[in-house]
């Protein structure tokens, strides 16, 4: 079958950096994306891995190695604004997202 | 601004009563997908179009139907919505490209008393 492994729940600082990993077994990949969820709204998006490495955008960053089938969101200089949860989707082989469960942030003063 | 856009934000029904929502985009997208999305879960698709060419997930419950009359608009029709039916309903759209990004309107809550 196919999944994707986030952890439920973290906790940082703001002003902070923070790491979430995201670990997925899927038949075939075609690429893989973050979004960022608020509560009660939809999700955004936030950034897309096909290759191997780490893509930087602003504060965020993610990593992916395929090998590994892994990726992980780094968000650094955490705002208050950033408590939200960080959905991982797995793009398959016939072109269907993959969903993980998200990762609930909790940002304390 | 482009942009994809749910109507009710909100919809309460009762139990058994027919109920539907609505999306509409103004990007031009080839694709609209929904979504169901419960608490705490990751979003769960339930349909998506490739233009007029409408795909149905194998575990879709038969209670969920949808159109898309044009390529702006489409509409989730829940014929007897159940207690385990109460989510969050997500819109999307994208280009069309295999990859392309999946852009999310607000959503639509719904509560079934």
């Known amino acids: 079958g196919q999944n994707i492994d986030q952890p439920t729940e973290m906790t940082a600082t703001e002003g902070a950096i923070v790491q979430i990993n995201c670990t997925y077994q899927?038949?075939?990949?075609?690429?893989l994306f973050w979004y960022q969820q608020h509560a009660g709204e939809a999700p955004t998006f936030l950034s897309y891995n096909v290759l191997d490495g780490l893509e930087e955008k602003g504060r965020f960053s993610s990593f992916l190695s395929r090998s590994k089938g892994y990726s992980y969101l780094l968000l650094k200089e955490l705002q208050m604004k950033d408590s939200a949860s960080y959905l991982c989707?797995?793009?398959?082989?016939?072109?269907?997202?993959?969903w993980g469960a998200g990762t609930k942030l909790i940002i304390k003063p | 601004d482009a942009m994809v856009i749910q109507n009710p934000r909100y919809q309460v029904t009762q139990f058994g009563k027919p109920v539907t929502l609505s999306c509409s985009q103004t990007l031009n997208h080839n694709v609209m997908y929904w979504y169901q999305q419960k608490s705490s879960q990751a979003p769960k698709l339930l349909f998506h179009?490739?233009?007029?060419?409408?795909?149905n997930e194998a575990d879709t419950p038969d209670n969920f139907q949808s159109r898309r009359p044009n390529t702006s608009f489409c509409f989730l029709d829940i014929r007897s919505p159940g207690l385990g039916d109460a989510a969050m309903y997500l819109c999307?759209?994208?280009?069309?490209?295999?990859?392309?990004?999946?852009?999310f309107g607000p959503g639509t809550r719904l509560t079934v008393l």
């Open positions: 899927t038949s075939g990949f075609n690429g």
């Open positions: 999307a759209t994208s280009r069309g490209g295999a990859t392309d990004t999946q852009y």
């Open positions: 989707a797995v793009m398959d082989s016939n072109y269907q997202l993959i």
């Open positions: 179009y490739y233009d007029k060419d409408f795909n």
